[in-house]
């Protein structure tokens, strides 16, 4: 008798011509997530991932594993010989560890390897009597097909797998199922909110952070960059491009009006992430921008904004509450971290008083008096890029 993990992916891993790929890159993010905890082996059956490991970091296993995106759910399962003795054993050893007091159950077999000679509702009756006789009158334990307290699953495969609870995963779909995204990451609470919720759809996440060294300090960059790992433990591996934007700020503010600096710099960032989806076959930009919340994200902020670039922009944060992001920051993991102090690039030079409904000729009159092209292209080839 073994005691494994097992993992179920949903829907859209099992069809799909893909379907092979996004294994691989879940098996992958899944791996990436354990190998500091350890554990002695992995294999797939049937549309199932198991994972053999120390009993006592199963815990500690389930709450890594669970970070991957596509899982709908996860069990600790036991693993015997497809023999009816092997998995009456196999229950009991589930079943002595519960709290059977006045509940009801139901067994549900899945017979996957048709040469086993028992089919499913006969294996099911077995081992459900085989419960009734151990345990019922001891408490009150009784069948109920319909709405169970909670069920027995027998999975029949090379082996028989048995198992009475399913961790709910985070659900989703597998990451790289939904093309790739370009995320503009600050050091706030929001953009790792935003980039996680991309992922959670699909969506193959990168990063790109702007800061403005010296007037910054290198811990705007080093709380990014430790956000980015935050946020890889559900993306898994991605790239943070880093551009300083201190003399586009510089040449904003010696030429343009100064409660423009906001939707300037902004504009700035949208090309600038543009020219580094084009290079790297990046299909959107992310941001998490949440309507309302300051007065660069007005309807007309954004709009103005937006029309720097022609890529497509999500904002997954846009309808939603202060409060319900922060919910969300805190249910990822990345909360504490972005509530540490920092000084933003964007908060240094922000105006006392930024315009909060910007006429897009007005802002085009101002870019005019600037060397769009010149300052783009040396802040990108000055670009650092980082490896999470
Ligand atoms: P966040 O909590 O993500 O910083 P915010 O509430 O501070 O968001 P803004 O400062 O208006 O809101 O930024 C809106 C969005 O613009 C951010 O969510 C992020 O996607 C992008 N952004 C802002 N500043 C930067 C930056 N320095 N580097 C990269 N992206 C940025
Ligand atoms: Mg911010």
Known sequence: MNDLLSVSFGELFLKG?????????????????????????????????????????????????????GIIYISKIKKCDKDINKIEEATSEILDNMDLKDKTFKVETNRV????????????????AYILKKYASKNNLSVNVHNPDFKVFIDIKKYAYIYAD??????????????????????????????????????KINCIHFHSYPFTSKRALNKALDLAKILSQYTGEMKVF??????????????????????????????????????????????GESLGQVASQTLESMSVIGDATNYQI????????????INRAIHMGS???????????CSIFAPSNPITKPKLNYIK???????????ESEAIENMEIFDI
């Open 242 to 287: 880093s551009i300083n934007m201190a003399e586009i700020y510089k040449a904003i503010n010696k030429n343009c009006n100064r409660n423009q600096t906001t939707i300037l710099s902004r504009r700035f960032m949208m090309r600038i992430s543009e020219k580094i989806c084009q290079k790297n076959n990046y299909d959107a930009i992310i941001t």
């Open 335 to 345: 909360y504490e971290k972005s509530i540490e102090p920092y000084d933003d690039c």
């Open 17 to 69: 011509k893909n379907r092979n790929k996004f294994f691989k890159s879940a098996i992958n993010n899944i791996k990436r997530n354990i190998k500091d905890i350890g554990y002695d082996d992995m294999y797939l059956e049937s549309s199932k991932l198991y994972i053999s490991a120390d009993k006592e970091k199963f815990d500690s296993l389930i709450i890594e594993i669970k970070k991957v995106f």
């Open 314 to 325: 999500f904002k997954p944060l846009v309808a939603l509450d202060k409060i319900e992001i």
């Open 166 to 203: 399913r961790i709910e995963g985070n659900g989703g779909l597998p990451v790289g199922s939904s093309g790739n995204g370009l995320l503009l990451l600050s050091g706030g609470i929001d953009s790792p909110v935003a980039g996680y919720m991309m992922a959670k759809r699909g969506m």
């Open 113 to 128: 390897d048709k040469s086993f000679d028992i089919q499913s509702p006969e294996l099911s009756r077995i081992i459900g």
């Open 365 to 375: 009159d101002s870019e005019k008096k600037l060397s769009i092209e010149k300052l």
